[in-house]
């Protein structure tokens, strides 16, 4: 109890010896251990689940939901929450899917059915984050109306009806590039360019003051509405992104917003270390969270584990990797006291 | 306030009236959307105001409506439960399995059932309290948790063929048989508006003159006592509407033949419900410490305030609500499934924060939960009615909520004290 009322440091492991030790056993350092030695310990029971395919199949689900994980990363970072993700994924893979089977009749480019979510998901993200900062509404309200909205229309507007009939080029999520699937490629360059701005640029770093010290980013100058903005419209765009992937891994597309996708997302980066309370966490923490929380069931089934407790696992594994967290966070509190 | 503060001194603005205050609390500005929505949806649609439908529309919303108590209590500590939607799940299920495929009998599958949801906000809360897990991650964790739980037992199996004793819960009530006297519906509206104003203008004086006794006004007072002229007001009108409602079609008919009129059990058990959390929030010393607990932990904890306990009762609640809810569910759609109850949580907070009960906690009340809830069933209903497609009416929600906490951040900063 002591310890959620005291103030947690952000990570300065670096210049702090008494921590530098538990330093090496961050949040991701902790996740791809897991990863790891759950991959050989599954690998070792049944060998085909180290196959290139497999393996392929894993990383390249994962992708979509790592890639909309480095937004949600970000806008809980500044100590908000956006839940209408889900319906977002929902609403963009469907006009994505609409404008490129128009594609053809309307004598436009294909890859403006790519762009067009983006720029869609960035202008809600706008919206939102303008509610947010400048109208002083609480994000997880917000978001709460804006998923009823998205979630509405789109019943409203498609009627529920499944898009056919796809362009195969489409379909960029089906895509290989020396073997390795397209949505792998947005998925490490995003992360690792999200992580080296959030790491080196004022810009970044502004993120975890805003989230960290609402004072002490004040002055230091740090306009706490323009920093929200940035977050929130970067967030609709990596939705955008996302929901490009989502909607181009299958020949269909369910005009339908997938069932508790948004909690996907944010297990993804708490799982990934990403404090709740604002202040703390990195993208590549919630890309490795994203990754293990696909790990897990497959690593199931080829573990011949009854697929009905699959989510019930995964229910487990966020409290653990969370005590784990958890704990050593506070371990360090205490070693930075003594 | 910038702008009032300019002004020169006046002797009193309009909104310094305690009347007009309270009108301009999210409570007031619900309670009179509500009014008109009601007004142009009975004038639309004939079908819409009658005993028939508005019975229909409270036990609709019996689910949500139960578990939005103790999600009140929980968000005005700050926290928040986003795992009751599986807890109902795996209640649901633990009740059909146990009855169908364990052999235990159906009453002790309730009581498994009901123990099922004890033990999920029990784990919640422990989690909480005592490992000091933020409240959004414990239950987004046991939400996956509680509904991988009730898919891994069920295995996709839905259990059907109750008794009919069972299905008395979810579909019965008593039969109420009255109604000799003859009244026109002219008649019988005047009765209900007369009876609920009066109703609520004998409470709010009765608040006003308590006040007074206590010294005015002005005295510093927890958030939830500001207005509570008007809450006392609202509430004696709804209070007094409901009841002038009932005895008229009880007691009256427009043709003055007996008719016979089933009072669902949902209804009855949601009155209790409410009426218990209510007076547990805005009576008891129980109910201050949630209040303190949310605008100051450390200083309700300082002020003796038992944190950890409370807590752990309003999470456990919280469990215990949805089980009940998943029962009275269950016996209304005679099967079990373990997608039940997914999304809940959202319609649950939804109603609470739509009633004005504030996300960061410290403030908000049973009556604007309740005024919320009614604010959405009325919506679906009515849109329904107008011939919009039903899952096209979220957007209207969706509009409403954002709105209604636009348009009260906007006047609560108005009416702050010069």
């Known amino acids: 109890m002591t310890a959620t009322t005291q ?21 991701e350092v902790v996740l791809a251990l897991i990863i790891v030695g759950l991959s050989v310990v599954v690998g070792a029971l049944n060998p085909r689940f180290l196959e290139p395919n497999n393996l392929r199949d894993i990383l390249s689900n994962s992708s ?30 469907t006009v994505a899917g609409t404008i490129a089977v128009g594609a053809e009749a309307g004598g436009y480019p ?78 490490v360059v995003l992360t690792i360019l999200a992580a080296l701005w959030m ?75 990403v404090s709740i309370l604002g202040g703390i966490g990195t993208v590549v923490g919630s890309t490795l969270g994203a990754i293990l929380i696909h790990v897990i069931p497959s690593a199931m089934t080829f573990a011949n584990i009854s697929a009905y407790w699959r989510q019930a696992v995964q229910g487990l594994l966020i409290l653990v990797t969370v005590l784990i967290d958890l704990l050593r966070r506070r371990r360090q509190a205490q070693a930075r006291r003594i | 306030m910038e702008l009032a503060s300019e002004k020169p001194r006046e002797a009193r603005r309009l909104v310094d009236f305690p009347l007009v205050r309270g009108l301009l609390s999210q409570e007031g500005v619900l309670f009179v959307i509500i009014v008109l929505a009601v007004a142009v949806l009975a004038s639309q649609n004939e079908r819409f105001l ?33 795992s009751v939607g599986s807890t109902f799940g795996l209640a649901a299920i633990v009740l059909g399995f146990l009855w169908q495929d364990a ?50 037992v069920s295995e996709a199996r839905s259990a059907r063929g109750f008794p009919e004793w069972f299905l008395e819960v979810g579909r019965g009530g008593p039969t109420l048989e009255w109604g000799t006297a003859s009244a026109s519906p002219t008649a019988q509206l005047l009765i209900v508006v007369g009876a609920a104003l009066l109703f609520g203008a004998l409470l709010y004086f009765l608040a006003r003159n308590r006040q007074r006794a206590l010294g005015s006004g002005s005295i510093e007072v927890l958030p939830a006592e500001n207005g509570a002229g008007t809450s006392r007001l609202i509430t004696g009108i709804l209070a007094g509407a409901l009841i002038a409602w009932a005895a008229v079609s009880l007691f009256t008919s427009e043709t003055g033949e007996a ?55 309003i999470y456990t609640l919280s469990g215990l609500v949805s089980a009940l809810a998943a029962w009275v569910f269950v016996s209304r759609v005679t099967t079990t499934r373990s997608d039940m ?78």
Do not use: H
């Open chain 1, 7 to 27: 103030p947690i440091p952000a990570r300065e492991t670096r210049t702090d010896a008494p921590s530098r030790l538990s330093g090496l056993f961050s949040q």
């Open chain 1, 64 to 93: 979509y939901i790592a890639v909309a994980a480095i937004g949600m990363t970000m806008v809980i970072i500044t100590g908000n929450i956006d839940i209408s993700v889900g319906s977002m994924i929902g609403l963009l893979s």
């Open chain 1, 110 to 187: 294909l890859w403006v059915s790519w762009v067009v979510p983006v720029i869609i998901g960035g202008l809600i993200g706008a919206l939102v984050g303008f509610l947010v900062a400048y109208l002083n509404i609480p994000a997880i309200v917000v978001s709460l109306g804006m998923m009823s909205i998205l979630k509405g229309g789109l019943i409203l507007w498609t009627g529920g009806a499944w898009i056919y009939n796809l362009p195969v080029d489409f379909m960029i999520a089906q895509r290989s590039l020396l073997g390795i699937p397209t949505p792998v490629y947005f998925m």
């Open chain 1, 199 to 273: 790491r080196y640029t004022p810009a970044g770093r502004a993120i975890y003051a805003v989230g960290g010290n609402k004072e002490a980013a004040r002055l230091s100058g740090i306009s706490r509405r323009a920093v929200l903005m940035q977050v929130f419209i970067i967030n609709g765009v990596m939705v955008g992104i996302a929901s490009v992937l989502f909607g181009t891994q299958f020949n269909a597309i369910q005009s339908t917003v997938p069932p508790g996708l948004e909690l996907f997302i944010i297990t993804a980066s708490v799982v990934g270390g």
């Open chain 2, 50 to 82: 009658t005993t028939r439908n508005v019975m229909r529309e409270a036990t609709l919303a019996f689910e949500v409506a139960i578990i939005a108590m103790p999600m009140t209590f929980i968000i005005i500590t700050g926290g928040i439960d986003l």
């Open chain 2, 103 to 152: 052999g235990w009998s159906l009453e002790a599958a309730i009581g498994a059932c009901l123990v099922t949801g004890l033990l999920c906000g029990l784990v919640n809360g422990l989690f909480i309290v005592r490992v000091g897990v933020p409240p959004l991650i414990t239950t987004l964790a046991t939400l996956a948790l509680y509904r991988g739980m009730a898919l891994g």
């Open chain 2, 259 to 313: 008719r016979s009129q089933l009072v669902p059990w949902q209804i009855l058990i949601m009155i209790v419900i409410i009426s218990i959390t209510g007076i547990a929030l805005s009576r008891t010393s129980f109910g201050r410490g949630l209040y303190a607990i949310g605008n100051n932990e450390t200083a309700a904890r300082f002020a003796g305030v038992p944190v950890g306990r409370y807590k752990l009762i």
């Open chain 2, 341 to 418: 109850g997914s999304g809940i949580e959202l319609d649950a907070i939804a109603a609470v924060v739509l009633g004005g009960t504030s996300i960061m906690g410290g403030s908000g009340t049973i009556l604007g939960t309740v005024l919320g809830l009614i604010l959405i069933q009325v919506l679906k209903s009515g849109l329904l009615l107008a011939g919009v497609k039903g899952d096209a009416t979220i957007i209207m929600i969706g509009v409403v909520l954002i709105l209604s906490i636009l348009v009260n951040n906007f006047i609560q900063s108005r009416l702050r004290p010069r």
